[in-house]
């Protein structure tokens, strides 16, 4: 425990520090942020490795899954419709009068035999028709499937543009441990000596914390929004395509941001701790924080749709209560190791 003296000294030293040596150390340590970001993006791009490519194809497949679902799904109904319609039907025959129908045989075949023609007046042939339905959609089901569930590109620079911001994005989640000590770096030179423990003890938490909202984005959140907005499709039938460029937006830029948004309740930890604010703060403005959650959601959310945001403001909200807990919690513990 640092004594007065130390603090004082401390507060000596920190007083010294001028508005412009903060900012250029903001500027330093953006520096070395982004040339962690350029060599993670570089590693993303080396050919032999194939990550870039490899992060595409995986980001594209929960929506080529559920644009397969989808098609299977639809072609399954169709194929049970035309089957029940088969066998509530009447069994239908062509009805052709015996005397043109061999007329019309020995003018295509001349040395064919056939019987008379005053025998053949009168009478006719009946031809059942055995067209079903069902088979014919079975039989193309299974190619109809293969193509509609292929993403689309409208452009020639689309393709090449999504890679790209794909590479970024896997060098940033690459080198995000860099990232993130950069970010805390910075912080801990606006700190006291005391405190600048926090900043060593948070940072592994806080790279696990992105990581952790990075997956659970990608692994649970994508699929299942993707699969209720296909509902909407199915509800009205139209049949859904789609694009390349907006889905890739939507699956990178969406995990990125419940990274950032599992912070939350470190941030509001680290706030206490340096005395910034308490959990008596942040209960007060739990109203107004729901709202900023809310606003946010819908600004970095990617999807014009509520239910990608309600998604993403529900969890942000969710970590904002689990923050007050924590911070409530530690308040409490520090009392008792007081009062011992």
Request: aromatic share 12%.
């Amino acid at each position: 425990m640092p004594s007065e003296r130390d603090l004082f000294a401390e507060e000596q030293t920190m007083a010294t520090m001028s508005f412009g040596e903060h900012i250029e150390e903001l500027r330093v340590r953006l520096i070395l942020a982004l040339a962690g970001l350029f060599v993670g993006v570089i590693v993303a791009f080396i050919p032999f490795l194939d990550l870039g490519w490899r992060v595409m194809k995986n980001m594209e497949a929960p929506a080529a899954d559920a644009l397969e679902r989808f098609y299977r799904n639809e072609y399954d109904k169709k194929a049970k419709l035309a089957e029940d319609a088969k066998e509530n039907s009447p069994p239908l025959e062509a009805v052709i009068p015996a005397d043109s129908f061999f007329k019309a045989l020995k003018d295509i075949a001349p040395k064919l035999e056939i019987p008379p023609v005053d025998e053949l007046k009168g009478k006719t042939l009946n031809f059942p028709l055995q067209y079903n339905q069902s088979d014919l959609i079975k039989a193309t089901q299974k190619s109809t499937v293969m193509i509609d569930k292929t993403l689309i590109s409208l452009g020639p620079l689309e393709t090449i543009t999504i890679y790209f911001m794909v590479c970024l994005v896997t060098g940033l989640v690459l080198v995000s441990p860099w990232v993130f000590y950069q970010g805390w770096a910075f912080v801990a030179a606006g700190l006291y000596r005391h405190e600048r423990h926090y900043v060593q003890k948070y940072l592994p938490i806080s790279i696990g914390l992105f990581l952790t909202g990075v997956i659970l984005c990608f692994g649970f959140v994508l699929p299942i929004t993707l699969g209720f907005l296909l509902e909407f499709n199915v509800w009205l039938g139209v049949a859904p395509t789609l694009r390349l460029s907006e889905w890739m937006s939507f699956a990178t830029i969406l995990p990125l941001v419940f990274g950032i948004a599992f912070q939350t309740p470190l941030i509001m930890l680290f706030l206490e701790r340096i005395g910034v604010f308490t959990a008596a703060d942040f209960r007060a403005k739990r109203k107004i924080s729901i709202l900023i959650i809310t606003v946010a959601a819908a600004v970095l959310t990617p999807g014009q749709d509520p239910f990608s945001m309600t998604l993403l403001a529900v969890p942000m909200i969710l970590l904002y209560e689990l923050g007050i807990l924590l911070v409530g919690r530690n308040k409490k513990r520090v009392l008792v190791q007081f009062r011992s």
